[in-house]
């Protein structure tokens, strides 16, 4: 066999081959997806300043609701959204109260909701928040990115935005916001 | 075929008011911008769904886009500022015809590659298949010759 | 008992399934011949105990048997029978016993109509049957035993979520799985030729007959789950570029380039290695549909995460069936050496020009499917890949292919006459170019794309009539000479002519749904009246009605047209209990040339009711078009000489539909 027909030979042996390496590249890029956190749905707003916003407080809960100049000032903090009509929020909520017994700030934004029926929900579960501002239409939680209720954005001293969970917060995630609570200082 | 979707949707918004996708009351009075804010719609993907728009979504996110859209569009805006101010709050995730940046390149041009490559293999393979083909065209005067004189000999043979 | 019983069939079956897979390969390399008449035994075998465990699941879900696990999560005492039946594959255990079901009936169908294989192949194709079952049987008990106890058993089950209780959704899996499941023989006999080093035009004519009811059932089910969407979803979409729809619609492309490519083998004994390359593909792509679906990757990688067992489990069933079998390929296949020559204008470069594109296509929907994932998993931005995308870049490449088609199916193997071709398709371009000047005047629409797609499905509808009738000869002999030529004609002419007419009429439907829509969307009272696309409909009431498990809000619907009654119709907006789950169900009204689609939806606060009123042309087109399809795959299969493990035929008899 000549030199170029053993070159022609290995070139068809590659072509051949090459549904294999394409499959076997697909697949590493899969599987490279695979250890990933799950709860992660990154926020577009993640590493930018949170939102500009004035929100009206919760009826009868203060007077003093909830806007832009009240997030930062120093202090890491989370904002929290919610909704007395959201089973998930139920869910999640006595990590909340336990976060805020142990001195994490926590703002609320309480989403498309009653206030009489919000102010029940608090009533009955405790209230983590520092303050709650009403977002009766829903848009600032749009500004905001939300995809539903309840949704948990972690903000530094500086009003940024560092992270964002999506759905109820529960024991396991603990391990991952606590350091980085502490870090956001 | 949208099991998942649907599923997906009750995981997701387990209350939440029940609505139907577009009800009346959203339309526009002007039927020329209600056709925008349809198609431009249809551009939008709702969030909390599986690859549905927003036009066709019963969501409550849905919803609260879609109004968003057409209070946009009334107040003047193209749906180029629309589409720009949706994917600041929500990323290009918000988009169902992904844009062309270096991210999507693989994407977008990956079939023409596709194409193109399997187009360039199919010539390659028709050449060989033709040169195989290449019938006794040339023969020499010498070779015809012969053949005539095959032939005729053998229309002798069979002919009774 | 029955229950275990049924459990206990089920490791017999994958023990029966773990010998099918390995001792006749042995016994085949070996020349043993014991060893290589035990496959079909085991198949039969394997076929019998899994049906016995499928009917113990089914006998559970009809006996409501709450204390297993997947009964008490997805049926309920109050459920209709129907449902109790489809609830059996209504969930991801029960979908796998009866993926596997059907694997161990295609099994023993090869078992017992592969008469005339020989007998080492034969053996050999039944392995790779048994080792597909075998990865599939430990899937099912290691990971998702549909057998689970329940202790203490539950008094009522969970319900079936109501989305899933409709007769359309009852039958559209086991099609969809009869279809996934069917191309596993191709890919069988794929392996087994690559085994053997060895693909002629035997083993094309083998392995079509297989492909063909694969690619039938699975054309049904599409349009199955198709039409279950339609009329379910409330809104008139039939086909969304779902992942779910895209990972059934991939192995139908495929699987379509497979049954091209394969009459190349058995006719010109060429495009081998390609052949066996896309039977690979085919039952791939109809693997990741099951798993991928199933597990609930398509909506994020992430799903694995949540289950890891049944994760790793489905990534490493899929890298060893699609890994292995293409490592087989890249080492085999160069040795697999062309035949005959031909040019490039010629039958050959046709189904070469129709295998470029479908494959294409193919890959252009897995790109856009699994691209999302990709970026994901690379860390990269979240991205939605939309049917915008895949109209962008799909319909592109159906353009040239439906273009050459008429011709395609007409011109001469080996060498082709391209202008005599089209000189004999003037009778089908006329008719196009008529349609087309109708659509533009006649339609609404003046879309280009809508011109476009009726230009087109004229163009294969008239194109495939044209074929049929230059075939016998209508324009050179006596009519009625030619009548009797057309009957005289093998079937699986016919076959071809009326697949390609039900692609043209599918086309046609597909156009006229999606550009000639009229949608009315308002707010009506009862005994109030609208206008619709020449129809009056009248709102006659709104009123409470009980369902069987469901509690329903029924609005009723008088259709008029020019004062004439035309037909009632009535729409629902039922509420599930038991699921706590609102259902709305359409009220259509269908004829040949188009649906009356009319939706109730919720009342406002002044007393009116939201509606949404379509006026759909030429649906029916859609569903009669993928029923042709699926017709002429029936018609084929009927043929004498493509009869399941039919007898070779002497080389001479093919001219006839060369």
Redesign the interface.
């Known amino acids: 066999m000549s030199a170029s027909a053993a070159d022609r030979?290995g070139r068809?042996?590659l072509l051949?081959?090459l549904?294999?390496l394409a499959?076997?590249g697909?697949?590493a890029?899969?599987?490279?997806?695979?250890?990933?956190?799950?709860s992660q749905?990154?926020?577009?707003?993640v590493g930018r300043e949170a939102?500009d916003f004035a929100l009206p407080p919760l009826e009868g809960r203060d007077e003093h609701g909830l806007s832009r100049a009240d997030l930062g000032g120093g202090r890491p903090m989370l904002v929290n959204f919610w909704a007395s009509?959201?089973?998930?929020c139920r869910v999640e909520h006595p990590i909340l109260d336990r976060l805020a017994r142990d001195g994490v700030t926590i703002q609320g934004v309480n989403h498309?909701d009653m206030p009489d029926k919000a102010r029940a929900f608090l009533e009955e579960l405790g209230d983590p928040y520092d303050l709650v501002g009403s977002d009766r239409q829903?848009?600032v939680s749009?500004?905001?990115?939300v995809?539903?209720v309840p949704e948990t954005y972690l903000l530094d001293g500086q009003g940024r935005i560092r992270y964002r969970h999506v759905g109820p917060l529960q024991e396991r995630d603990l391990k991952k916001l606590l350091p980085m609570l502490e870090e956001a200082r | 075929m949208r099991r998942l979707a649907m599923l997906l949707l009750a995981l997701f918004l387990v209350a939440g008011p029940a609505l139907g996708a577009l009800s009346p009351d959203e339309e526009l009075a002007d039927p020329a911008l209600e056709a925008r804010a349809r198609a431009l719609s249809k551009e939008l993907r709702c969030l909390v769904c599986q690859n549905q728009s927003i036009d066709d979504s019963d969501a409550d996110l849905a919803r609260d886009l879609r109004l968003i859209v057409r209070e946009r569009l009334l107040a003047g805006e193209d749906e180029s500022q629309i589409k720009a101010y949706l994917t600041e709050r929500y990323g290009d995730f918000v988009l169902l015809t992904p844009p062309v940046r270096p991210a999507t390149w693989a994407l977008w041009f990956g079939p023409l590659l596709l194409l193109a490559g399997g187009g360039a293999l199919c010539v390659v393979f028709l050449r060989r298949r033709r040169t195989g083909l290449v019938e006794p065209e040339p023969l020499g005067p010498d070779e015809q010759a012969r053949l005539r004189a095959l032939l005729a000999e053998r229309g002798k043979e069979t002919s009774p | 008992m029955i229950a275990e019983l049924g459990h206990f069939t089920l490791v017999l079956a994958m023990v029966v399934a773990f010998l099918q897979g390995t001792l006749p390969l042995w016994g085949a390399a070996r020349r043993q011949a014991p060893l290589v008449e035990l496959a079909p035994a085991a198949a039969l075998l394997q076929f019998t105990l899994v049906t016995l465990a499928f009917l113990a699941l089914l006998n559970a879900h009809l006996a409501s048997d709450f204390s297993l696990a997947i009964v008490y999560q997805n049926s309920h005492s109050t459920k209709p029978l129907l449902y109790k039946f489809s609830g059996v594959w209504g969930n991801h255990e029960g979908s796998l016993v009866l993926w596997v079901w059907i694997l161990a009936l295609f099994g023993a169908a090869v078992a017992l109509f592969g008469r005339n294989l020989p007998r080492p192949f034969k053996a050999r194709v039944l392995a790779v049957q048994g080792l597909i079952g075998l990865g599939f049987l430990a899937f099912s008990l290691f990971t998702s035993n549909p057998f689970a106890r329940l202790d203490p058993a539950p008094l009522d089950g969970l319900g079936l979520n109501p989305i899933l209780q409709d007769p359309g959704l009852a039958f559209h899996p086991p099609m969809l799985y009869l279809g996934y499941v069917g191309f596993s023989t191709a890919y069988s006999f794929a392996m087994a030729a690559l085994i053997e080093g060895r693909v002629d035009a035997g083993w094309a004519r083998w392995v079509r007959p297989w492909t063909l009811a694969a690619w039938m059932a699975l054309t049904l089910g599409i349009a199955l789950g198709s039409w279950w969407a339609y009329y379910t979803l409330g809104w008139g979409g039939f086909w969304f570029w779902d992942p779910v729809e895209n990972a059934s619609f991939m192995p139908w492309l495929a699987g379509t380039a497979l049954l091209h490519s394969a009459i190349v083998v058995e006719k010109r004994d060429t495009l081998k290695s390609w052949t066996i390359l896309l039977a690979i593909l085919t039952f791939s792509l109809a693997l990741l549909g099951t798993f991928l679906v199933r597990s609930g990757v398509l909506t994020s990688v992430h799903a694995f995460a949540t289950d890891p067992s049944r994760g790793v489990f489905v990534l490493a069933l899929l890298g060893i069936a699609v890994g292995g079998s293409l490592a087989l390929y890249a080492w085999r296949a160069p040795a697999l050496q062309g035949g005959g020559a031909f040019a490039p204008v010629s039958r050959e470069g046709a189904l070469l020009l129709n295998n470029l594109l479908l494959a294409t296509a193919t890959a252009t929907v897995l790109l856009g499917t699994l691209y999302p994932l990709l970026l994901d998993g690379l860390g990269g931005p979240k991205i939605s890949v939309g049917p915008p995308f895949f109209n962008a870049t799909f319909l592109p490449l159906m353009v040239p292919l439906l273009v050459a088609l008429p011709a395609g199916s007409m011109i001469a193997w080996k060498r082709g006459d391209l202008p005599g071709v089209l000189s004999r398709l003037g009778l089908a371009a006329a008719g196009t170019v008529a349609v087309l000047l109708a659509a533009a005047l006649l339609a609404d629409t003046r879309s280009t794309l809508g011109l476009m797609g009726f230009a087109a499905g004229a163009w294969v509808l008239l194109g495939s009539l044209n074929e049929l009738a230059v075939r016998a000869g209508f324009f050179q002999v006596h009519p009625a000479r030619a009548w009797r030529r057309l009957k005289g004609l093998p079937r699986s002419a016919f076959s071809m002519s009326l697949a390609h007419m039900g692609l043209g009429v599918l086309i046609l439907g597909i156009t006229a749904t999606a550009t000639g829509q009229t949608e009315r969307i308002l707010a009506m009272r009862p005994g109030e009246t609208v206008a619709l696309a020449g129809y009056e409909v009248t709102l006659a009431s709104v009123e409470q009605v009980q369902g069987p498990n469901y509690a329903a809000r029924r609005g009723t619907f008088a259709v008029q047209r020019n004062g004439a009654p035309v037909t009632t119709v009535h729409s629902e907006k039922r509420f599930f209990p038991v699921e706590s789950m609102p259902v709305t169900k359409p009220g259509i009204h269908s004829t040949l040339l188009r649906d009356l689609y009319f939706v109730l939806g919720d009342p406002n606060s002044d007393g009116a009711w939201a509606v949404r009123l379509y006026h759909n042309p030429l649906v029916f087109w859609m569903w009669g078009g993928a029923g042709l399809m699926g017709l002429a795959g029936l018609v084929s299969l009927t043929d004498r000489r493509l009869r399941v493990g039919a007898p070779v035929p002497a080389r001479g008899s093919r001219a006839a539909t060369a």
């Open positions: 030979a068809r042996r051949f081959a549904p294999l499959f076997v697909v697949g890029f899969l599987a490279l997806g695979l250890g990933r956190d799950p749905l990154p926020s577009a707003l939102p009509w959201c089973v998930p498309k829903g848009r749009i500004d905001w990115g995809y539903g």
